[in-house]
């Protein structure tokens, strides 16, 4: 896949899960830092050298990773879209990037090879996954919504939805995949919040009002989708880890 690269987000501090003394993505789970799993599986799906953007105690995490991935730095963190801005020196000559987010572990490779496969059969310019979760404010996930026809409309953040918005179950786990001219092109439209951050979900409403093709790859496999924020978020992987027979219902 010489036309596609990957890149993980790995800057954040993880004040949620008291992690002060290590960046977020190396705080262990199941006696392994929980980046080693996500790295692991995007080698399996093709990527051997995916890029990683670091910042808190960054150093580290190269310490960890060595040669298994490539580094870029955010040195002041100003949200997912400055970070992937970042990314941009590292990928000169790629035609798509597939975005993912360092805490998250249990991503399957035949979920990456499906969105890259539905992008390409859809010759879409923006494709993100969906997944739905029974309650999604456990998992503070930006919610997908759509206008009546079915059709996305944008992506909220938890901390920025409305009522209604927060009972939307359909959920964004932030693993796209863009075509990487349209990206270099709409990253610098991005406003800054009202928390002070750009978010990468804001690139969804620019990709509807400019009216490019987008395609959304939905998974029932809800625990792909479990991000690590939280001390609760953390108890919950390691529950499923050592018994993955385990209904994500049965735990939130």
Known sequence: MKDIQAVVLAAGEGTRLKARHLP??????GGRPMIDYLIRTLHE?????PVVVIGFQGQKVKDFLKERAQ???QKKRLGTAHAVFKAKPALKGIKRVLIVLGDMPFWKAETFRKLIASHKKTKSVFSLVSVVFQNPSFFQYGRIVRDKNGRVLK???EKEASKVEKAIKECN????L???DWLWRNLPKIKKSASGEYYLTDIVELAVRQKVKINLLSISDEKQAIGINTEDHLKLAEKLLLNPCLKLTDLV
């Open 178 to 180: 863009i075509e990487a």
């Open 24 to 29: 977020k993505v190396l705080y262990p789970l």
């Open 173 to 176: 786990p932030s693993c796209y």
């Open 71 to 73: 580094y870029v730095w």
């Open 155 to 157: 992506i909220v953040e």
């Open 45 to 49: 799906a093709g990527f051997f050298k």
